[in-house]
């Protein structure tokens, strides 16, 4: 969690100072992904740990949206017209493929542990019926 705070705040800082310094947001688009992909797990990670660490994840997301609502005000009196909301539209684009992509990720992974479960459960029955149709079949021609 603190790598991710880290992160955020690096990049936020090397935004603000190259859009202080004349440069356009475009040029510090990685940063910009930085910042926002820590911020996404700075959240999810709130969200999971339940009551651990608490105070740090409230008062890193109080930073965030400090940060964020900086972001805003940069983008609606700098940017061009309709900036800000092209920007939310994007983020709600990139949140349903990160999701979109966990699910892809997550039924990969059920279909992988499903094949593994069949493969044992068949090898197993194999193993078990093998020996006792060997048996039969011996008996059966008299060899036993």
Do not use: H
């Not at 608490?54 to 005000?73: C, H, P, T």
């Not at 017209?81 to 684009?93: C, G």
């Amino acid at each position: 969690m603190l790598a991710e705070i880290a992160a955020c705040s690096a990049a936020f800082q090397v935004i603000k100072g190259a859009l202080a310094n004349g440069k356009e947001l475009y040029d510090v688009a990685e940063q910009a992904a930085t910042f926002f992909d820590s911020k996404s797990a700075i959240a999810k990670q709130s969200k999971r740990d339940g009551s651990k660490d608490e105070l740090q994840n409230f008062m890193a997301l109080e930073k965030i949206k400090a940060d964020e609502a900086w972001l805003r005000e940069w983008m609606i009196y700098a940017g061009r017209p309709d900036m800000y909301s092209d920007f939310l539209a994007y983020q709600v684009e990139c949140r349903k493929n990160r999701d979109r992509a966990a699910q892809i990720k997550a039924k990969r992974r059920a279909d992988t542990v499903a094949l593994l479960w069949a493969c044992l459960l068949w090898g197993t029955g194999g193993v078990v019926i093998l020996p006792i149709s060997l048996y039969l079949i011996f008996r059966f021609l008299g060899v036993v």
